[in-house]
């Protein structure tokens, strides 16, 4: 189940990928993962609102061990990356410079943080 959303997100289809990251809630506690795309879905539909929300569910939602892969960039750097774009949009750029100040602290050598 944890890998249909992303299958659907390489086609067109971002209701179909919204659907099942929705439908993973079903069977326990959210993961980063999930509410992941449902932020890049926000984000991508321009609403910069919805997406923020997530974004910051993302990074205070207890770690979840179940025995799967943990992706920690989904609740690390990437969460606040996306923020600063998301405050930015918004037209607050003291929270989206607070933001691009906290990215780095986890992954200071990542391409996308350095681009920004």
Same mark, same amino acid.
């Given at each position: 189940?944890?890998?249909?959303?992303?299958?659907?997100?390489?086609?067109?289809?971002?209701?179909?990928?919204?659907?099942?990251?929705?439908? +993973?809630?079903?069977?326990? +506690?959210?993961?980063?993962?999930?509410?992941? #795309?449902? #932020?890049?879905?926000?984000?991508? &539909? /321009?609403?910069p609102?919805?997406?923020?929300?997530?974004?910051?569910?993302?990074?205070?939602?207890?770690?979840?061990?179940?025995?799967?892969?943990?992706?920690?960039?989904? +609740?690390?750097?990437?969460? $606040?990356?996306?923020?600063?774009?998301? $405050? +930015?949009?918004?037209?607050?750029? /003291?929270?989206?410079? &607070?933001?691009?100040?906290?990215a780095?602290?986890f992954?200071?050598? $990542? &391409?996308?943080?350095?681009?920004?």
């Open positions: 189940m944890e890998k249909l959303p992303d299958c659907y997100a390489q086609l067109p289809d971002m209701e179909h990928t919204i659907q099942f990251a929705l439908k +993973s809630f079903q069977f326990g +506690s959210p993961h980063p993962e999930d509410c992941c #795309r449902l #932020r890049v879905f926000f984000l991508q &539909k /321009n609403e609102k919805a997406a923020l929300y997530w974004f910051q569910f993302t990074t205070i939602i207890p770690e979840v061990d179940d025995g799967g892969i943990i992706h920690q960039a989904c +609740s690390t750097w990437i969460p $606040h990356l996306q923020q600063c774009i998301c $405050h +930015s949009r918004l037209g607050d750029m /003291n929270k989206a410079y &607070k933001h691009i100040v906290i780095p602290s992954y200071p050598n $990542h &391409k996308l943080i350095l681009k920004k």
